[in-house]
C-alpha cells in the first residue's frame, strides 16, 4: 500500500501544497523560538558570568545574608586587601559600583561606574583606547566610547563627575586615561561601563579612605598551581556571611538562578504562539484531507474491489499525512534555522542590551519541531482516514461531498453548547469577584474569566458548522444582489457548510485573539488616561533639589508646551479640622495669573488673591481622599527640613522652621506631584523673606501638542533638557500616560505580531478552501463558462467568496473580541479605578482592510486555475 499512497500522494501534490505550507510556518515558528531561547540562555549568563573578567575565584554572600541586626553584611577594602597580599593571590578587587553624571561643558551623559583594579584581567570591561586606571591617589576615569562620543571628550581631557545615588553627591574633576569596551555586554542597559580610579570612587562615595570602601563581594585571580592551598588560606580571611566560589561554581550558579527566575518563562511563552499556530495549520490540514478523501473515493472504492482493507485505507491516509507532516516540519525546521543565523548576524551591528545572540542548534531544536508537526499533521487527518473507511466497493463511484452522520452532528452541537453555556457561567461569576479587595478573589476572578473565555470560544467553535453557515447565508443574500457573480459566490459558499466553517475557525482564532488585545489595550490606556486626568492638576511635572533655570527655559521653549512656571518649594506640617497633622508641599508662585496658565482646572468662585498671607490649599488630603475640614479659614502651617549625615544634625531628625497663620482659600483640585499629603501654593514673598526655607524646586507644564505631535515627542524632549538634572523626577499625567501608553503598545505590538503567524496560515487555509473548491468545481465552472460566463466574473466569483469568508469571519471574532476585552480589563483594573470601555475602531477598521485584501490576494492563484483550463476540456470525462 505504501507504493500506492506515494502515487496518490504525487498525483495531488498541488493541493497538499497549503497545507505543507501551514505546516512549514508552524514548525519554522517553533524551532526559531527554541533556537532564541538558547540563545536568550547563552547571552544572559554570559552576561552574568562576564563582570567576573578572567577571575578564577569570587568572594559573595552566603544563602544566609543577613546579621542578627537585619544588615546586610559588607565586604570593606581593607579586608579585600589582606586577602590580596595572600601567597598565590595574584589579585583582588572589591566590587564596588555606583550610577553617575558625568559632564563636559554643556553636554551630560549618564553612565554606571565600576571600581577598577591593577590587574586588568579581572575587570569585565576592556580598554579600547588608553590604558584603565590603576592609580590608588589619583582621580582617573576610562570611559564608554559612546559616552565619549557623547560627550566629544578625548583621552587626557578632564571630566566632572557627581555619584547620583548617594547621600550627599558631589562633583569630582577627573582625567580621562582611556575608552572602555564591554565584550560580554554586562553593562550593555546602560550603554557600557566606566571604570573609575581607587581614588575617585573613595570620594564619589565620601568614604575616608579605600580601606573604608563597602561592596558586597570580590573577584580575585588565583595561581591555578596552587589553587587549592591558597583557597583554604583565603577562606580563613572571609568575614562572616561570605563565602569563596571557584568560576565553576558560578558559571553553574548563574544557570540555575536563571532556571529558578523564570529562564523558562519566554520559551513557555513564545512556544503558546507556535502552538496556536500549528492548531490553526491542523484546521487546514483537516479541510485538505477531507476533500482529498473525498476526490479519491472512485480510487479507494476501486482498492477495495481489489483486496484492500478498511485498515490498509486508514493507514494508507495517516501515512500520507505522516510523510507530508516530516517533509513540511524538515523545512520548517530549516527555515527556523536559517531565520535564527540571519537575526544572529543582524544582532552583531545592534545596540539592543543583549549583546550578540549565538545560534545554538541542539538536537532538540531539531527533533521536538519535526516531531511535533508529523502528530499535529496525522491527528489533523484522522478524521478523514476514518471517511476512508466508510467507502464501500459498490458505494460511491463518483466523486461526492462527504458529510457528518447526525450522530456526529448531534454530539458535536451538546458537547459545544455546554462548553459555551459553561464559559458564559465562569466569566459571569469572575464580575463580583473582581470588585474585591483581597488578593486571592483578584486571582480566582482572574482564572475565571479566562477559563471562561477559553471555553466560550471552544465552544463557539465547536459549534460553528450550525450557526456560521447561516451568517454566511445572511451576508450572502444581500451580497447576491450585485450580479451573478455575487450570486454564483453565496451559493458555492452554501455548499459546503462543513469547510467553510473550518476555514471561518481558523481565522476566527487569530482574529479574535487580535481583537481582544486591541480592545484590552485601548481601554487599559482610555482607563488610565481618566484616572490620571483625575488624579492631577498639572500636565508634566518635574521636580528635583536643584533645577537649573537654563533648562527650564529650553523645555518651556519646546513644541507642544503652552505654559510654564518654574517656582521653589518647601516642606511644611499644618494640624487639619480633624485633628491631624498634614504633611504638606509648599510652593512659592508669583501670583495667580501664572498658576491657572499651567493648570488644568480654573480657580474660581472666588479667585484666589495669593496676598503674603494667604495661602491656597485643596479641599481633601491628596492620599486619602478625606475633606481637611479646616475651621474659621485659617492654618497654622509650620516649615521643616530633613538634615542628611555631616550637616551636624542627627541623621533623620526633624528641624522645624518658623510658624506662620495664612488664610487658606480651598479649592478642588488634585495631586499636582508625589509624596506630600497635600500641596500648598503661596505668595514666593513667603521664600524670599525666611518664612519658609526652599528645599527644592518644581517646574510645571501645560502640554499642548502640535499636530502630528505624540505626548510622547513632548515628554522625551522635557527629559533631554532636563538630561543635566540627575536628580529629576517626572510626574503628571502626561508623562506617567506616554510612560503607560509606550509600555501598552510595545506589548501590543509584540503579541499581535506574534499571532500575525496564526493569522497568516489562517489566510492560506482560505486559499487553500478556494483551491479545492476550484478542484472538485471544474466541470462546473467549465459549464459556466461554455454558457457564456467570462473569466472575469469567474474570477470574481473566488474574490466575492474569499471576501465573504474572510469579513463575515473578522466581524464575529471582533465581537467576541471586544467582549473578552472588555471583561478582561474590568477585571484587572476594576478594583483601582473607573474602567472606561470604548471600542477601537481604528483597529477593528485596519483589521477589515487587511481581511479584505488578503482575502483578494488568496483568491488570485485559484482563479487563475479556474479560468486556465478550456471548457471543453473540462468537460471531458477524467
Known amino acids: 500500500m505504501l507504493s500506492v499512497t506515494m502515487q496518490m500522494m504525487k498525483k495531488n501534490m498541488r493541493m497538499l501544497i497549503p497545507a505543507g505550507i501551514a505546516i512549514l510556518i508552524g514548525t519554522a515558528f517553533i524551532t526559531a523560538t527554541l533556537l532564541f531561547t538558547n540563545a536568550l540562555n547563552i547571552s544572559l549568563v554570559d552576561q552574568t558570568t562576564g563582570k567576573y573578567g578572567q577571575s578564577n575565584y569570587a568572594v559573595s554572600l552566603d544563602d544566609a545574608t543577613l546579621r542578627s541586626d537585619g544588615e546586610v553584611p559588607s565586604l570593606t577594602g581593607a579586608e579585600v586587601e589582606r586577602i590580596g597580599g595572600i601567597d598565590g593571590v595574584e589579585s583582588a578587587r572589591l566590587d564596588v559600583n555606583t550610577n553617575i553624571m558625568l559632564t563636559e561643558g554643556d553636554a551630560h551623559a549618564s553612565g554606571y561606574g565600576i571600581l577598577g583594579a591593577e590587574d586588568g584581567r579581572i575587570l569585565p570591561v576592556k580598554a579600547s583606547q588608553g590604558r584603565l586606571p590603576s592609580s590608588m591617589t589619583d582621580d582617573e576615569i576610562a570611559i564608554p566610547a559612546k559616552t565619549a562620543d557623547q560627550l566629544d571628550a578625548h583621552v587626557g581631557d578632564t571630566v566632572t563627575v557627581r555619584g547620583t545615588y548617594v547621600d550627599r553627591p558631589v562633583d569630582i574633576t577627573a582625567r580621562i586615561v582611556g575608552l572602555t569596551t564591554d565584550p560580554h555586554n554586562v553593562y550593555g542597559y546602560y550603554g557600557g561601563a566606566s571604570v573609575l580610579s581607587a581614588a575617585l570612587m573613595t570620594k564619589l562615595l565620601s568614604d575616608p579612605s579605600y580601606d573604608d570602601l563597602n561592596g558586597y563581594g570580590a573577584f580575585l585571580y588565583v595561581d591555578p598551581a596552587d589553587a587549592s592551598t591558597v583557597a583554604g588560606k583565603i577562606k580563613a580571611q572571609l568575614p562572616e556571611h561570605y563565602r569563596l566560589m571557584t568560576r565553576e561554581q558560578l558559571n553553574e550558579q548563574a544557570i540555575k538562578q536563571l532556571s529558578d527566575s523564570g529562564g523558562d518563562v519566554t520559551k513557555q511563552f513564545l512556544l503558546a504562539f507556535g502552538v496556536l499556530a500549528m492548531v490553526v495549520a491542523a484546521l487546514v490540514i483537516a479541510n485538505t484531507f477531507q476533500v482529498l478523501v473525498a476526490q479519491r473515493r472512485k480510487t479507494l472504492a476501486l482498492l477495495r474491489t481489489i483486496g484492500a482493507t478498511k485498515r490498509q485505507l486508514y493507514i494508507s491516509v495517516l501515512e500520507e499525512a505522516g510523510m507530508l507532516g516530516f517533509v513540511a516540519s524538515a523545512l520548517g525546521v530549516g527555515a527556523g534555522i536559517g531565520l535564527m543565523a540571519i537575526a544572529a548576524q543582524t544582532t552583531r551591528h545592534l545596540d539592543n542590551g543583549l549583546g550578540m545572540l549565538t545560534l545554538d542548534v541542539t538536537w532538540q531544536s531539531v527533533v521536538y519541531p519535526i516531531v511535533f508537526g508529523i502528530i499535529v499533521t496525522v491527528l489533523a487527518s484522522v478524521g478523514s482516514a476514518r471517511a476512508a473507511t466508510n467507502v464501500t466497493p459498490l458505494e460511491a463511484m463518483r466523486p461526492i461531498e462527504l458529510s457528518e452522520n447526525r450522530k456526529s ?74 450580479g451573478p457573480s455575487a450570486k454564483l459566490a453565496d451559493a458555492n459558499i452554501q455548499k459546503n457548510p462543513r469547510r467553510i466553517s473550518a476555514t471561518g475557525t481558523a481565522l476566527l482564532i487569530g482574529v479574535t485573539l487580535i481583537s481582544t488585545l486591541a480592545t484590552g489595550a485601548a481601554a487599559a490606556k482610555a482607563t488610565m488616561n481618566k484616572a490620571l486626568d483625575t488624579r492631577y492638576s498639572v500636565d508634566i511635572v518635574v521636580t528635583s533639589d536643584d533645577l537649573a533655570q537654563s533648562d527650564t527655559r529650553k523645555a518651556a521653549a519646546e513644541q507642544g508646551i503652552a505654559a510654564s512656571l518654574e517656582a521653589p518649594t518647601a516642606m511644611a506640617v499644618f494640624t487639619d479640622g480633624n485633628g491631624n497633622k498634614v504633611s504638606t508641599q509648599v510652593i512659592g508662585i508669583p501670583d495667580v495669573a501664572s498658576l491657572q496658565r499651567v493648570f488644568n482646572m480654573k480657580l474660581d468662585n472666588p479667585v484666589p488673591t495669593l496676598g503674603d498671607g494667604d495661602v491656597i490649599l485643596p479641599d481633601a488630603n491628596i492620599q486619602t481622599g478625606k475633606s481637611f475640614g479646616i475651621k474659621d479659614g485659617k492654618v497654622e502651617m509650620t516649615g521643616y527640613t530633613v538634615p542628611e549625615e555631616g550637616d551636624g544634625e542627627p541623621d533623620g531628625d526633624v528641624i522645624y522652621g518658623k510658624t506662620v497663620t495664612l488664610r487658606a482659600e480651598q479649592y478642588g483640585f488634585h495631586r499636582v506631584s508625589q509624596g506630600a499629603e497635600a500641596v500648598a501654593f503661596v505668595n514666593r514673598a513667603l521664600f524670599e523673606n525666611g518664612t519658609f526655607t526652599q528645599t527644592g524646586d518644581i517646574a510645571m507644564f501645560k502640554v499642548k501638542p502640535e499636530q502630528g505631535q505624540s505626548l510622547s515627542n513632548v515628554v522625551e524632549a522635557i527629559q533631554k533638557d532636563y538630561a543635566g538634572s540627575p536628580t529629576a523626577v517626572f510626574t503628571g499625567p502626561v508623562a506617567e500616560r506616554s510612560q503607560w501608553e509606550s509600555m501598552v503598545n510595545m506589548m501590543l505590538m509584540l503579541l499581535v505580531a ?82 472606561v470601555y470604548v471600542v477601537d475602531w481604528a483597529t477593528y477598521g485596519i483589521i477589515l482592510a487587511i481581511a479584505v485584501v488578503c482575502s483578494l490576494l488568496a483568491s488570485v492563484f485559484p482563479a487563475r486555475r479556474a479560468v486556465k483550463t478550456p471548457p471543453v476540456e473540462a468537460l471531458a470525462e477524467s
Open 754 to 835: 506574534l499571532l500575525a503567524v496564526a493569522v497568516v496560515i489562517a489566510v492560506i487555509g482560505v486559499a487553500n478552501t478556494l483551491s479545492l473548491s476550484v478542484i472538485e468545481r471544474t466541470r462546473e465552472s467549465a459549464t459556466l463558462r461554455a454558457i457564456g460566463m467570462t473569466k472575469g466574473q469567474l474570477k470574481r466569483s473566488l474574490a466575492i467568496e474569499a471576501m465573504l469568508i474572510s469579513v463575515v469571519t473578522s466581524i464575529v471574532g471582533m465581537v467576541v473580541g471586544t467582549l473578552f476585552g472588555w471583561l478582561g480589563i474590568y477585571i484587572v483594573m476594576s478594583s483601582i479605578a473607573d474602567v
Open 409 to 482: 452532528r448531534t454530539g458535536r452541537a451538546v458537547f459545544g453548547v455546554l462548553l459555551l453555556a459553561g464559559g458564559i457561567a465562569a466569566m459571569v461569576a469572575s464580575i463580583p469577584m473582581a470588585k474585591q479587595s483581597s488578593d486571592s478573589a483578584s486571582q480566582m476572578a482572574l482564572l475565571l474569566a479566562v477559563l471562561g473565555c477559553g471555553l466560550a470560544f471552544i465552544g463557539l467553535a465547536l459549534t460553528a458548522i450550525f450557526w456560521m453557515p447561516k451568517l454566511m447565508k445572511a451576508a450572502g443574500a444581500f451580497v447576491s444582489l450585485f
